[in-house]
Structure formats: C-alpha cells, structure tokens
C-alpha cells in the first residue's frame, strides 16, 4: 500500500511528523513548487528563492537516503501549480491508498488540505507539527479562560517546562526571568558588529534563482545580494556563526539601530527556522551552552532565548487560537491606503528609507526596525491593517502568516485591541533618536514637532494619542501620554494636528510633503529619490479589506 506523504515548502525537516514511520521503498514523498503559494501575495524575489532552493536541496538529501521522491517543478508543463492538485494529481500517478501531511502553518492552507480528501477520494492524516516547543493543546490550556494573554508569563512556563536557564526548577539562571532592561542600549560611534555568515548560490540555487528572476520579474525585490542558508547544515553554521562572533554583544544591542548597518548583532537565523532547516531547541541549547561556558553573558543568551521559546511560541499559539476572525479585526478603525513609499522607499525620513530599502536588498530587517519604523509609522498614520500585513508578507524572507500576522497586527498595529500588547507600541521621534544615529543625518529635525522640517514621527504621535483619546482612557498605561496631551497648549496640539492632516492627505496623493526650510542641510537630505531597477510594478489590490473607513 504505498503512502503519499506531503512535506510543505516551510516543512524541509528530517524531523517532519509527516515522515515518522516512512517506509522509503513503499512510500513516495511529495514536494511541489506551485505558482499558487508564490503569488498569494508577490512575495519577495528573495523568499521565493530560499524556499523553492531549500526544497530541492531537501528532496535531494532524502533521495540520497533512498527515498522515493515526487518532485514538482514550476515550470513543468504538467504542474497544475497548487497544492490540492498536485497531491491529486501525484496520487493517481503513483497510486496511493491514503496521504499523511504535517499541519500548515497558515489558516489558509489548512482549510486547503481540509479539501484534499474530497479532490483525491483518499483518507488524509493531518498530523501535529511537532516542531514547535509548545504544542496547541499545551497553549489552549494556558491560555483557559484568562482575560490577557501576556508572553511574559508564557515564557516564564515554557522555561519551566524546558529547563533552559534555569538554575533550580523554579529559580531562573542569574535570579531574574527576563533581562529586556538590559537589551536596550544605542549603537555606540566606533563598534564594528562582524558581518553575518553568508553562503554563495551553489549550482541549484542558481538555477532557481534564474527562474524566480524569469517567472517573477515584477515582484519586490531582486537576487543580487542573496546569501541565505538552503540546507541544514548551512543553517547549522549559521547559528554556530552566530554564538561564537555575535551573541556576546547581542544583548547590549538588540534593540539598536544604525544606518549602514543591516544586521548588528542578530542572528538572521529566522528564515532558515521558519523555512525548517534549523530546530529552534536546538539553537536555545546553543546558546544556553554558550552561557554555561562562560562565553556569552546572561543578558545576551537570555534575550535570545526568548524571541524564541518566548515569542515565537506565543505568536504561533495567538494566531492558532484565534484564527480566523482575529485578521478581520480592526480596533483603532484604520483605513488608510499603504503610500508608496513603503515600496519605493523615497523618503526623506532617513529612517523610514533606511529600513524599507535594506528591505528590498536583503529581504530582512530586524524586530526593532519592523516594530518601531515601519510599524510605528504604519501605526501612527492609521494604514489599513490588511494592506500593511500583506506588505510584511511580501518583503521579508522569514514570514509566514502564522508569525508575521499577530506580531504586525497585533503588537505594531494594535489592530486586535490589545490581545497582544496591553498597549499601543507608538512612539514619537525621540524613541528612534535614542536607539540610532538616524537622526543626525535625517532631513527633518528630531526636535520639531510643528513648522518647517519637523520629524513627521513627533506631529504623527500627538495626533493619534489625540485623535484615539477617548479609546485610550480606559487604558491605565497610556495614562501618561493622555496627562501630557492634555497639559500641553492648545495652540500647539491644533498645529500638530493640522501638520499631521496635511501630511497625511498629501501621503493619500502619493507624495510626500515639501518642507521649505529645514533646519539642516545634510548628504542625506540631497540624496533624492532611489531610482534603484529592483522598484516594483504597481502592486495588486490586498486579499482582504478591513473593515473601517477608508
């Protein structure tokens, strides 16, 4: 009885629930490179080419291993190009009697496989993606009937459950479960982070790379400077890299930003994670042996191991938990279109530029940038959820809908009315003026908030806390900037207010508002707009409208 076995484009894991019991001379397991999933949303050049690369580099090794292997190229001219048909497809081809997969890490695919029995007339077994460290079953009854979600105090179980530093089991290594107040210290002028590892396109990822260039000419992004890991043993060195030359100084600097600078100290291990090429155990053991042996400090390794055993498993359990309602929710009623300059990246806000164009180069930016520029702008500015959610789909090699949609909807654009975060992440200029050096070269002026040359990020910030002020009382935590709007002059707040209606209608225009005097003239200032060949074409409507105005 042969046995079709599904293995997903974000599933290349030897480890893959979907392989467990795998008989390699009955068996045959299923890749498919389909059009649907690249153009779901046009996503980005480079993400198209990691996964579709990290699947023939999978199939490859399986095969190695004497595995029967059904292989679905995209420019096969017998590709249907999705996934329901061709497992359908596939099954009559090799004549299965029924069909093993692992759960989708998208709502949007589980309710296309819900469909595969019915298209092949085959028993399907879905099974638990046991990859995660926190099974769905284990957050729903953590979850229970609480009335606030917060991941601290997830985190604080899954230390517990896993033993990662901890020094007795319910004493944390160093006293403290968590050491964010330590993980927030500026870029220093003179500190050189080592560039990450990068790993040369052998001969299959060329050949891939030519096809996403040949059959997605006009999707965001290009190739040129593509260096991920395809493999597990790539991203193995990857970490490795990362422990020995960048986790000490980690912690010191998560939070920073500095222009020029694209990765800092981080890792740039989540797209080969989320694609299945590294075991997130694995890199919080890493890292936590690196503590032990006295080569990383507490703050660094501690820091690490919770965007992993803390965030990432509390978004996955978020967005499991509820799905598929959470994406129509709209609290702060936004509705307005996504500018251009999101795409483009021309803009004066030196910021803004930065983040967005190494975006489109490298398909990365790290949390910060993504929370506190893009975000906090898209926040600030009332975008439409739905289209900024689409947009961080498309632009960065790491995202899947099941930790890109809470973490943007929910913690950048408090979208979910506090399921996430128990307050707006909102900030004015200064925030960004703390934590880089973006704004000494900007054309606007970090100490403005009104007239000729303000940062956008100050007139933006009074103007939504103002504008939100009767949804916000109710919230003890924006106590504080309530107090100071309502101290402030009146005179002053109407012209933040009108400064803001004015740039924000001319954003709806498509251009940015020119300011006749600004307070310094810098390089920055007179580098005009990016001309770059990698600009997109007119990106299509999103998949979905919020409700809201607009």
């Given at each position: 009885m042969t046995i079709l076995r599904v293995v997903l484009g974000d599933q290349c894991s030897e480890g893959l629930s979907a392989l467990e019991g795998l008989d390699p001379v009955r068996d045959v397991v299923l890749l498919a490179e389909v059009r649907a999933e690249c153009t779901y949303v046009r996503h980005h050049k480079q993400k198209i080419a990691l996964v579709l690369s990290a699947m023939r580099h999978f199939a490859e090794a399986l095969r190695q291993r004497g595995v029967r292997v059904a292989y679905s190229r995209l420019d096969d001219p017998a590709n249907t190009?999705?996934?329901?048909?061709?497992?359908?497809?596939?099954?009559?081809?090799?004549?299965?009697?029924?069909?093993?997969?692992?759960?989708?890490?998208?709502w949007r695919v589980l309710q296309d496989m819900r469909g595969w029995e019915a298209a092949t007339g085959l028993p399907v077994e879905l099974r638990e993606d046991t990859r995660f460290l926190c099974s769905m079953a284990r957050f729903r009854q953590w979850a229970g009937d609480k009335k606030q979600l917060r991941m601290e105090y997830f985190y604080r179980e899954m230390r517990r459950a896993t033993g990662l530093l901890m020094a007795?089991?319910?004493?944390?290594?160093?006293?403290?479960?968590?050491?964010d107040a330590e993980n927030r210290g500026a870029m220093p002028a003179g500190v050189v982070p080592p560039a990450p590892r990068r790993f040369p396109a052998d001969a299959t990822t060329r050949e891939v790379i030519a096809l996403v260039e040949r059959e997605f000419a006009d999707h965001f992004g290009d190739c040129a400077q593509f260096g991920w890991p395809v493999t597990a043993a790539e991203a193995e060195q990857a970490l490795e890299d990362f422990v020995a030359r960048r986790l000490p100084r980690f912690g010191d600097f998560q939070d920073a930003m500095a222009e020029g600078e694209a990765t800092l100290f981080h890792a740039l291990i989540s797209a080969a994670m989320n694609c299945g090429l590294l075991d997130p155990m694995a890199a919080c053991r890493a890292a936590e042996a690196a503590y032990r042996r006295g080569e990383a400090p507490l703050n660094a390794v501690e820091g690490f191991i919770?965007?992993?055993?803390?965030?990432?498993?509390?978004?996955?359990?978020?967005?499991?938990?509820?799905?598929?309602?959470?994406?129509?929710?709209?609290?702060?009623?936004?509705?307005?279109?996504?500018?251009?300059?999101?795409?483009?990246?021309?803009?004066?806000?030196?910021?803004?530029?930065?983040?967005?164009?190494?975006?489109?180069?490298?398909?990365?930016?790290?949390?910060?940038?993504?929370?506190?520029?893009?975000?906090?702008?898209?926040?600030?500015?009332?975008?439409?959820?739905?289209?900024?959610?689409?947009?961080?789909?498309?632009?960065?090699?790491?995202?899947y809908e099941w930790v890109e949609l809470p973490n943007t909807h929910g913690m950048a654009l408090h979208a979910d009315g506090g399921v996430m975060a128990s307050k707006p992440y909102a900030a004015s200029g200064a925030y960004i003026n703390r934590m880089s050096n973006h704004c000494r070269g900007c054309a606007y002026d970090v100490k403005r908030a009104t007239g000729p040359g303000a940062c956008p990020f100050n007139f933006l910030y009074w103007d939504f806390v103002a504008r939100h002020a009767e949804r916000f009382a109710r919230n003890m935590r924006m106590a504080m900037p309530l107090r100071t709007l309502g101290k402030m002059d009146r005179q002053k707040v109407a012209a933040m207010r009108a400064e803001a209606a004015g740039f924000l209608a001319a954003l709806d225009r498509g251009e940015e508002p020119k300011f006749t005097a600004p307070a310094r003239k810098t390089s920055a200032s007179r580098r005009g707009p990016d001309t770059s060949p990698s600009l997109p074409l007119p990106i299509p409507a999103p998949r979905r409208r919020a409700p809201g105005p607009g």
């Open positions: 190009q999705t996934l329901a048909g061709e497992v359908a497809r596939v099954a009559r081809q090799v004549g299965a009697a029924r069909i093993i997969c692992t759960q989708p890490g998208e007795a089991p319910d004493e944390p290594a160093g006293g403290a479960w968590n050491y919770r965007q992993i055993l803390g965030w990432r498993e509390y978004v996955r359990g978020i967005y499991w938990l509820k799905m598929p309602d959470y994406v129509r929710t709209n609290a702060l009623e936004a509705g307005r279109r996504l500018p251009w300059l999101y795409w483009s990246g021309e803009t004066a806000m030196a910021c803004m530029k930065s983040a967005i164009s190494q975006t489109r180069d490298l398909a990365y930016a790290h949390h910060i940038q993504r929370l506190m520029v893009t975000g906090n702008f898209a926040l600030l500015a009332g975008l439409d959820p739905v289209e900024v959610n689409d947009w961080y789909m498309v632009v960065y090699a790491d995202a």
